[in-house]
């Protein structure tokens, strides 16, 4: 069944506005909003999971101080467990005093330490009680579990998490031997060398043994190492600790973005509403004057946006009048050359003399190449917007373009002609390198247009140059006259359309005016800028126009410059 297309505006009348749409229902935009907000705010609290700065910040303060509590054992067992020669030379470390000595030394701690003698035998660990082979070993035994069961469960999650992401850095794996040797120890090799030395190990449940080793000497000489080491159980502690807090400002902060996001997208979306039913009362024309809210004082994009609905309807007027006052310029521009062809068709049909028919003719071949002159330029502005949106990514040569030009209208220029020079950047290949992006066939027509105004304003024996600049992501363009210059307060207007003042001895409709209307039209569709300015000298004098075309440089080109 046909429907007719008074029934289809009926129906798309009768179809619920988009802005009523799900009136009751949370926005999307809310939806939109809320969802970027928490979700960055969860990606910045997920961080608190890396603390790996922090850790190696802790484990270095951990290393430097067991380097100095093992400086400290050193020196008290160098003074007091040296067993001496009969002639008072140090001979070894006495095994039972340095055993009781390292148990009283490290009882304030809770490190472990261990004594190696020259041989490398480990001759006492703070782990072990007694001093016969069938030794006590002391464990430290883990944190009993919560009772809380939420608790307990957290604590898994935790560790599950840092299990995967906890440390960084390689470490190499902590092995301990049931008979361990300095061997077993290579920062225990180099102290045996009289340097302090420090290790960092990982253990097979994903914990840290960060070690020190420091000479055991007695004037010089080394007598045994002592080896101090801790696990990272205090350091897991306090970064956990930090964890903790960052995880409780990160849920306060939590629901503060999500009551601030809910309370921000209200105040967007109910204006947005708001003006979502005043356009659709102008797009149902259900009222004359419909009254569009008033946000302007708001001083932000919904703002701008009620001032520009506000604006819509006086907008389109006047585009509605330019399009009636471009067609009354254009029926008037068309008028001219039909009158006067109409009038000398006229009076070719009343004159006899054969002489004043011919010229009579004359008249209207060149009113019909007016004529055609006319309705080609006035086709090409009203069609140029299209094409240039269709064709805008060729990629165009400026310096060959020019080069060719010029050296077409120095073939065509004949005695008296203004002699025409192109200046392009020095260096080799350097015109090839300036590009842009856009339609080659349209830019010359704007380069064309203003040598051709170049040209026609330009005395006998003039010169026009012609200069092609690039200055970072802009191209520069720019051509040069000799000529009488541009009328004071017209630098504007000769951009406008069926401009229509021309050089003095010029045949009148030799141009239509709309040939730098149109090469605006072109510049500004390939996203640059025309404009033009007097040439003075320092003394003020006129010598001249300039007209300078800006374009954006190709980058491509630029990244291979």
């Known amino acids: 069944?046909?429907?007719?297309?008074?029934?289809?505006?009926?129906?798309?009348?009768?179809?619920?506005?988009?802005?009523?749409?799900?009136?009751?229902?949370?926005?999307?935009?809310?939806?939109?909003?809320?969802?970027?907000?928490?979700?960055?705010?969860?990606?910045?609290?997920?961080?608190?999971?890396?603390?790996?700065?922090?850790?190696?910040?802790?484990?270095?303060?951990?290393?430097?101080?067991?380097?100095?509590?093992?400086?400290?054992?050193?020196?008290?067992?160098?003074?007091?467990?040296?067993q001496n020669r009969l002639d008072g030379a140090p001979e070894a470390l006495a095994p039972g005093l340095s055993r009781e000595m390292m148990r009283r030394l490290v009882e304030p701690t809770h490190i472990r330490a261990r004594l190696f003698d020259t041989q490398g035998v480990q001759i006492a660990d703070s782990r072990s009680l007694g001093a016969s082979r069938e030794t006590i070993q002391v464990e430290e035994l883990p944190p009993p579990e919560r009772s809380n069961v939420i608790l307990r469960l957290a604590d898994r999650f935790y560790e599950n998490v840092m299990a995967r992401i906890a440390w960084s850095g390689n470490y190499l794996p902590y092995v301990e031997s049931a008979a361990p040797t300095a061997a077993d120890y290579p920062e225990v090799g180099h102290a045996f060398q009289g340097e302090i030395a420090s290790a960092v190990q990982r253990t097979a449940e994903g914990g840290l043994v960060m070690s020190a080793a420091v000479p055991v000497q007695y004037y010089k000489q080394v007598l045994g190492v002592v080896l101090l080491s801790s696990g990272s159980s205090e350091i897991e502690q306090a970064v956990r600790a930090v964890r903790l807090s960052i995880v409780e400002l990160f849920l306060l902060a939590l629901v503060v973005t999500i009551l601030l996001s809910i309370f921000l997208a209200g105040t967007i979306v109910r204006p947005l509403r708001?003006?979502?039913?005043?356009?659709?009362?102008?797009?149902?024309?259900?009222?004359?004057?419909?009254?569009?809210?008033?946000?302007?004082?708001?001083?932000?994009?919904?703002?701008?946006?009620?001032?520009?609905?506000?604006?819509?309807?006086?907008?389109?007027?006047?585009?509605?009048?330019?399009?009636?006052?471009?067609?009354?310029d254009v029926a008037h521009e068309l008028k001219n050359p039909l009158t006067s062809l109409r009038s000398a068709v006229e009076t070719a049909l009343r004159v006899d003399d054969v002489e004043k028919q011919k010229r009579l003719l004359m008249l209207v071949l060149e009113d019909a190449k007016r004529l055609d002159r006319l309705v080609t330029d006035i086709?090409?502005?009203?069609?140029?917007?299209?094409?240039?949106?269709?064709?805008?990514?060729?990629?165009?040569?400026?310096?060959?373009?020019?080069?060719?030009?010029?050296?077409?209208?120095?073939?065509?220029?004949?005695?008296?002609?203004?002699?025409?020079?192109?200046?392009?950047?020095?260096?080799?290949?350097?015109?090839?390198?300036?590009?842009?992006?856009?339609?080659?066939?349209?830019?010359?027509?704007?380069?064309?247009?203003?040598?051709?105004?170049?040209?026609?304003f330009s005395p006998p024996g003039g010169t026009i140059a012609v200069r092609l600049r690039?200055?970072?992501?802009?191209?520069?363009?720019?051509?040069?006259?000799?000529?009488?210059?541009?009328?004071?307060?017209?630098?504007?207007?000769?951009?406008?359309?069926?401009?229509?003042?021309?050089?003095?001895?010029?045949?009148?409709?030799?141009?239509?005016?709309?040939?730098?209307?149109?090469?605006?039209?072109?510049?500004?569709?390939?996203?640059?800028?025309?404009?033009?300015?007097?040439?003075?000298?320092?003394?003020?004098?006129?010598?001249?126009?300039?007209?300078?075309v800006d374009l954006p440089a190709d980058s491509g080109a630029a990244a291979r410059l």
Request: a negative charge; zero cysteines; glycine letters at 10%.
């Open 274 to 328: 708001q003006l979502a039913a005043a356009a659709e009362q102008v797009r149902r024309g259900a009222t004359q004057s419909p009254i569009i809210p008033d946000f302007a004082m708001r001083r932000d994009e919904i703002g701008d946006l009620s001032i520009a609905l506000r604006e819509m309807t006086e907008t389109i007027r006047r585009r509605m009048n330019a399009i009636e006052h471009f067609a009354a």
């Open 470 to 548: 690039r200055a970072g992501d802009m191209i520069r363009i720019a051509v040069e006259d000799d000529g009488p210059g541009i009328p004071e307060g017209k630098l504007g207007a000769i951009f406008e359309r069926f401009y229509s003042e021309r050089p003095a001895g010029e045949d009148f409709g030799t141009h239509s005016g709309l040939g730098l209307a149109i090469s605006k039209q072109i510049i500004e569709a390939h996203r640059g800028t025309i404009r033009a300015e007097n040439r003075l000298d320092r003394d003020n004098r006129l010598h001249g126009a300039r007209f300078m």
């Open 1 to 82: 069944m046909d429907v007719s297309p008074r029934q289809t505006e009926e129906a798309l009348a009768a179809r619920p506005a988009p802005w009523a749409r799900g009136r009751y229902r949370l926005s999307p935009l809310t939806l939109r909003i809320l969802a970027i907000n928490v979700v960055a705010l969860a990606l910045l609290g997920g961080g608190f999971f890396y603390l790996g700065e922090y850790q190696q910040k802790l484990v270095a303060t951990q290393i430097a101080g067991l380097e100095t509590q093992g400086q400290i054992f050193a020196a008290a067992l160098g003074e007091g467990a040296v």
């Open 379 to 456: 086709s090409d502005a009203s069609r140029l917007d299209a094409e240039m949106s269709r064709d805008l990514h060729s990629r165009v040569p400026l310096g060959p373009m020019l080069g060719t030009l010029v050296a077409v209208y120095r073939e065509a220029g004949g005695p008296g002609s203004p002699l025409i020079t192109l200046d392009l950047p020095d260096g080799a290949g350097a015109e090839a390198a300036i590009n842009t992006r856009g339609n080659e066939e349209r830019l010359v027509r704007v380069f064309r247009n203003l040598l051709d105004n170049a040209i026609s």
